[in-house]
């Protein structure tokens, strides 16, 4: 996990929402991802960054993603896929 209490997010799309640094200020703590890397592949929920959305943002409780967070089962798979290397 990053030492820092913050994590920078900047968007490669000057178009984007966030085209500039933006600052998390609490990241979901799931036991299936071992450790936060640059690129994984997150979300934004009330002030939280996702990174397993299986979980809930205190990374204890199951949930859909599609009902609970309002992502795509597309967007879900991919971060599946992409953040949970077990």
């Known amino acids: 996990m990053a030492a820092n209490k913050y994590i920078d997010v900047v968007s490669p ?16 703590h799931s ?10 592949l997150a979300f934004d929920f009330e002030g939280t960054f ?3 959305p299986t ?3 205190t990374g204890r409780f199951p949930v859909s993603a599609t009902t609970y967070y309002k992502i795509s089962t597309k967007d879900r798979n991919r971060m599946i ?5 077990i």
């Open 13 to 28: 799309n000057p178009n984007a929402v966030l085209p500039k640094d933006y600052k998390f200020n609490k990241i979901q």
């Open 50 to 52: 996702i990174i397993d």
């Open 31 to 40: 036991p299936k991802v071992l450790q936060i890397e640059n690129g994984m």
């Open 81 to 85: 896929k992409h953040n949970i290397k």
């Open 55 to 57: 979980l809930d943002e």
